[in-house]
């Protein structure tokens, strides 16, 4: 059944709802990716939130002017204008008044929404045109989702993806750099509208699947998600893309198979358990990577530590580091050093004073820079400079591995 | 004295200005609020030099460069490049800017920040080609960062950090170098390398301005002063203008006297 709703083999409705959805979340990751860069991930929440005022007046044109008033071109339309009007308010606020950003997408957001509030109540009690279906916009609804509505959603998220390509070398300047960024020549006010209204055009778009509260998480998660497994912009738009479409593409077919089950939300949860996943199970940035790899580093310093105190005699007082000496078949459990131990500790002993050498003279610069007290001197130096340094020392030569 | 003042101040005629100057800045004044942070500023860039901004802290150091570069908005004041208005003839300038000004810990490993700085030659679409990252290589060569290419930036330490953007304005080929404090908190290794770089570029004809705050170096890395402390204090090769007289009406009482002594400075 599942399978059927991912292969599109789940009737018309599901069909177009996934197809919709997908490159929603697609062209809704990659945009997200600047906006996150950019750390203006808080603005779309305003643009998201400012959208409903323009639905209800588009709403209420539609009807004064005879047509219906539910047409999504022209609902989607106003949600433009009026999230426009929204974000050029939190950029006059921010740099007009004192205001810092925060405070900004605070009070338009909360603004905006609640005027979109009274104008969808007004509109109820007014009772024409059948109003009914207007607060779908909130969390979105994709039951009565017509094959236009999946164009205009298609469309929409082709353009953008378009745009995102086009602008993406001076976008990746800006979030990098700004400075670097005006000195270069690109207007920096100007490009930050631009990564704003590409917000704003998936916001638009997406008012119909997820509805303007949860629009932002398909903005901002996939990004998130994406950080954790490159260090690459242009590797992380491609993996938010990925995510983004994904969690929409199986959100989607969660949602037909349970119809009960409310599209929007459902792509949400799906996103945040990739998110989960990678926060954990990433290679270099997540969690576990993390502390595995604090454990492998204590780990080394224990032996270390405990190799140099076997070589000069001194007692262990740490357990762990015992333990790791007997386990490796250094030490026995008493502290005393087995055979392999001590020529082991000799060895660190001798590699210590090598260092101690290295990180004194200015010829060895770049090799003492990579000193950390762990590391192989042979790996750092070759044979022939090991053997001057054993020179320098003088006393038994030949120690070595 | 009033703004429109200070504007008409700058209003110097066009003759004077020397058409072949890399950079030629006249009446420039910025302020932050009410208060100018650079006030009626005109500046001469002498073709193939290597001139130090200097001046104490707050003084409007870094913020010329930025005016002059159009990154902060000036009250009143142009900038001319290589004769012609900043926005024809930015191409020609490579800007490094302080290290404090980006995010380290953005997804960006160094051989892609060089990569940047061929980003007009890229225009918006151009996919990055071998010959484009042999280019980059060549530059981070150039600075003895080729090892760390593929390392995330935030990585690298300050001085790394800091030849990193020197490379990355290397990329751009441009011909008037502009750098904001390029050896602030950096180690004396770096400061090497920057250093050889910029005498090299000087002997390649070009043209290097930097904000400088270490008075002990002027004299053996630079051939100009420029003196600021919101108003121009003194312009000139460092024999003529970096004198004792010069500093301490720059700096106010704020060098000691036994610090001045030590800067081997012109009989001024």
């Known amino acids: ?401 | 004295m009033s703004l429109e003042v200070a504007a008409n101040m700058g209003a110097t005629p066009k003759a004077e200005i020397p058409a072949d100057s890399p950079m030629v800045i006249r009446g420039m004044t910025v302020s932050y609020g009410q208060k100018p942070v650079v006030f009626s500023v005109d500046m001469t860039v002498a073709e193939g030099s290597m001139t130090a901004i200097i001046g104490p802290n707050g003084a409007g150091k870094s913020t010329l460069l930025k005016a002059a570069l159009g990154i902060v908005q000036p009250l009143a004041g142009q900038a001319l490049v290589f004769g012609k208005p900043l926005q024809s003839a930015r191409h020609r300038i490579a800007y490094v800017p302080q290290r404090a000004s980006v995010d380290w810990d953005f997804p960006t490993r160094v051989i892609d920040v060089v990569l940047m700085g061929l980003y007009r030659e890229l225009g918006l679409l151009r996919r990055i080609r071998p010959h484009h990252i042999e280019k980059a290589r060549a530059c981070l060569e150039r600075v003895g960062m080729t090892d760390f290419a593929d390392r995330q930036i935030g990585q690298l330490s300050g001085g790394q950090q800091q030849r990193v953007f020197l490379a990355r304005a290397l990329a751009q080929e441009a011909d008037l170098y502009l750098l904001d404090e390029p050896f602030a908190g950096v180690d004396a290794a770096t400061e090497k390398a920057i250093i050889d770089v910029l005498k090299s570029l000087r002997s390649e004809g070009k043209t290097v301005v930097a904000v400088h705050h270490d008075l002990t170096t002027v004299r053996s890395y630079f051939d100009r002063v420029f003196l600021i402390n919101t108003r121009k204090m003194a312009e000139g090769t460092v024999d003529d203008a970096f004198t004792s007289e010069n500093l301490n009406q720059t700096y106010g009482g704020r060098l000691a006297t036994g610090q001045i002594d030590q800067l081997e400075l012109a009989a001024g």
């Not at chain 1, 998660?221 to 995510?243: S, Y």
């Not at chain 1, 000496?325 to 087995?338: E, F, I």
């Not at chain 1, 001057?388 to 070595?400: F, K, L, N, S, T």
Request: glycine fraction near 12%; aromatic fraction near 6%.
């Open chain 1, 1 to 401: 059944m599942f399978w059927n709703a991912l292969t599109l083999q789940l009737g018309y409705n599901a069909t177009l709802v996934t197809i919709g959805a997908t490159l929603l979340g697609i062209a809704a990751g990659v945009t997200g990716t600047f906006l996150y860069l950019r750390k203006r991930a808080l603005v779309s929440d305003a643009i998201s939130h400012a959208t409903l005022p323009g639905v209800g007046i588009a709403f209420m044109l539609m009807v004064l002017l005879g047509g219906d008033g539910r047409a999504l071109p022209g609902l989607l339309l106003g949600a433009a204008v009026s999230s426009w009007v929204g974000l050029l308010c939190v950029s006059w606020l921010t740099q007009r008044t004192r205001l810092s950003e925060d405070a900004a997408i605070g009070a338009v957001l909360s603004v905006f929404f609640g005027f979109g509030i009274v104008l969808l109540t007004v509109i109820q009690t007014m009772g024409a045109g059948r109003a009914a279906g207007l607060e779908s916009f909130l969390l979105g609804a994709t039951a009565g989702m017509l094959f236009n509505d999946a164009l205009v959603i298609a469309g929409g998220g082709a353009l953008t993806l378009v745009a995102v390509l086009i602008l993406r070398r001076p976008m990746t300047l800006l979030a990098f750099d700004p400075e670097y960024a005006a000195a270069r020549g690109i207007n920096v006010g100007r490009m930050d509208l631009a990564i704003m209204a590409l917000a704003l055009a998936v916001t638009v778009i997406g008012l119909k699947i997820v509805g303007l509260i949860l629009i932002v998480a398909m903005l901002i998660i996939p990004p998130v998600t994406a950080r954790f497994w490159t260090e690459r912009t242009d590797h992380m738009v491609m993996i938010t893309g990925l995510c983004g479409g994904l969690a929409a593409w199986i959100g989607a077919g969660l949602s037909a198979v349970a119809p009960a089950m409310p599209t929007g939300p459902i792509i949400v949860l799906v996103s945040f358990g990739l998110f989960v996943a990678s926060l954990l199970l990433a290679p270099n940035r997540g969690v576990l990577a993390v502390y595995l790899r604090h454990v492998r580093f204590q780990r080394r310093v224990h032996l270390r530590q405990g190799l140099l105190a076997l070589a000069q005699g001194q007692p262990i007082y740490e357990a762990y580091t015992v333990r790791l000496l007997k386990q490796a078949g250094l030490a026995h459990a008493d502290g005393v050093p087995t055979e392999a131990g001590r020529a082991r500790a000799a060895k660190a002993l001798r590699d210590e004073k090598r260092w101690e050498l290295v990180r004194a003279d200015q010829a060895f610069e770049s090799a003492a820079a990579l000193y950390d007290g762990l590391r192989d001197i042979e790996t750092v130096l070759t044979g022939d400079q090991i053997s001057e340094i054993d020179q320098r020392i003088g006393g038994p030569q030949g120690v070595a591995s």
